[in-house]
């Protein structure tokens, strides 16, 4: 009896399926991207206005070293406690007359920061410093404006400036969204966030 060839299998349109099946794969996988940290540059001055004058006072030290210890105002502080000692600072409130601040609740001690709006966060690390270390300051600073703020809005609009923020960026949002910006813009002027960044320095 004769063998029955067996049946071929058309495989003509399986390169079609696999060129769909790629194309899927392709619109709707997302590729992940690492954010930078957000800093605002100051504005360049013109060449013969004169410099702001910065007490020293309003300058809040925050030093890492190339062995990762961190140095505040002088002192070694750990790493956990530098979202409040920065919180403390900001929201002080020592300043007088055009400087005082009516909404700050802090010690009001007049040897530290006037106000938020002259209260500046200086940061310095050596070129050692490991990058853990520095993103791990980085967002402990970060945490304290984002703390402040998040007291702020909800003492003055019952949500916290992340959810307000998160909103008036959101295209979707039904609400109000010119006043909702409104409210974010005067939370940020409130406590702007002033974190300036030394040039790295080589430690011997």
């Not at 194309?23 to 540059?41: E, H, K, Q, Y």
């Not at 790493?79 to 009516?102: H, P, Q």
């Not at 609740?105 to 050692?128: C, H, M, Y």
């Amino acid at each position: 009896m004769a063998k029955r060839a067996a049946p071929e299998v058309n495989a003509g349109s399986m390169a079609d399926i696999a060129f769909l099946l790629l194309i899927f794969f392709l619109v709707t996988t997302t590729i992940a991207s690492d954010s930078g940290i957000s800093r605002m540059l100051p504005p360049i001055k013109p060449p013969d206005e004169k410099p702001d004058i910065i007490k020293e006072k309003n300058i809040f030290q925050v030093i890492v070293n190339k062995q990762d210890q961190l140095l505040v105002e002088n002192e070694v502080m750990e790493l956990k406690d530098l979202k409040e000692a920065t919180i403390k600072f900001i929201d002080n409130g020592g300043g007088t007359g055009e400087d005082a601040c009516d909404y700050c609740t802090g010690e009001k001690n007049p040897a530290s920061s006037d106000n938020p709006s002259k209260a500046i966060v200086s940061l310095q690390n050596d070129r050692e410093t490991s990058y853990k270390m520095y993103i791990s300051v980085q967002n402990e600073l970060v945490a304290a404006y984002t703390e402040l703020r998040n007291k702020t809005a909800n003492k003055l609009y019952g949500k916290t400036f992340t959810e307000m923020e998160a909103n008036a960026n959101d295209v979707n949002y039904s609400g109000d969204k010119d006043k909702l910006k409104e409210q974010v813009d005067k939370i940020k002027k409130m406590y702007p966030q002033i974190i300036s960044e030394a040039v790295a320095k080589k430690q011997n």
